[in-house]
């Protein structure tokens, strides 16, 4: 399967941890980006990752991070995690053709 | 800027029936526009993509959309409902962004139910 992969696929944490989400794009896809989506909600844009540079931000506070690699994978880092963090994170990847492929999405609970 | 707009956070319809989805957009420049569908547990699947071609557009599943400029909507549509097309649906806006990303909008999404 070469479609976007994300893991974990569920996770628990407390308040005040950190933690780490990962994605694998789709094959020939150079383009990532992350969503977060809070229950009842559309996805919110978080980044875009394209050759290892963060290339767009969204409204979102500097607790979260990212990084894109070489073999363009990507991780979104949270830090100081608030129970409002609780959420699906969504990771996609494009191309030139603006079409984003979307992973099933990491589940993130804060207790 | 850009936005979009869902109109309906639930549409109900009896299987066999027809589906309408409505989408209204604001944005700056011309467009891009898309439905992706989220089932229960699933990530986001792309139905359809409008990018200034025809106005018409068509998707899997018999799913269409009308790019209406003059209205800026993109409402969404099927003939005849399965009880497979219960779903979230979400209506985006993209367009180009400096140093040529493309930043999508989700509309909130419509929980389209199928009654038997």
């Known amino acids: 399967d070469a479609g976007v992969t994300q893991s974990p696929t569920h996770l628990i944490k407390t308040r005040g941890q950190q933690v780490t989400l990962r994605c694998s794009p789709k094959?020939?896809?150079?383009?990532v980006s992350w969503y977060q989506q809070a229950l009842g909600q559309g996805p919110q844009f978080i980044f875009q990752y394209y050759e290892e540079e963060e290339r767009q931000r969204g409204n979102f506070p500097d607790r979260f991070s990212g990084h894109q690699f070489p073999n363009y994978s990507s991780e979104l880092n949270v830090n100081a995690l608030l129970l409002g963090d609780s959420a699906l994170y969504l990771c996609a990847s494009s191309s030139l053709a603006n079409v984003l492929t979307f992973g099933a999405g990491s589940r993130l609970t804060v207790l | 800027a850009q936005s979009v707009t869902q109109l309906d956070s639930h549409v109900s319809v009896s299987e066999g029936t027809p589906v309408l989805l409505r989408c209204n957009y604001s944005s700056s420049y011309s467009p891009s526009l898309f439905w992706y569908v989220q089932h229960p547990n699933k990530g986001l699947q792309l139905l359809l993509k409008y990018t200034s071609a025809a106005t018409l557009v068509k998707g899997i599943n018999g799913f269409e959309a009308e790019f209406k400029k003059s209205e800026t909507s993109f409402h969404l549509t099927k003939p005849s409902a399965h009880m497979s097309d219960a779903a979230e649906y979400f209506c985006v806006v993209s367009w180009g962004a400096s140093g040529g990303s493309y930043i999508p909008t989700f509309g909130r999404g419509t929980s389209l139910i199928v009654h038997p």
């Open positions: 094959s020939g896809h150079d383009t």
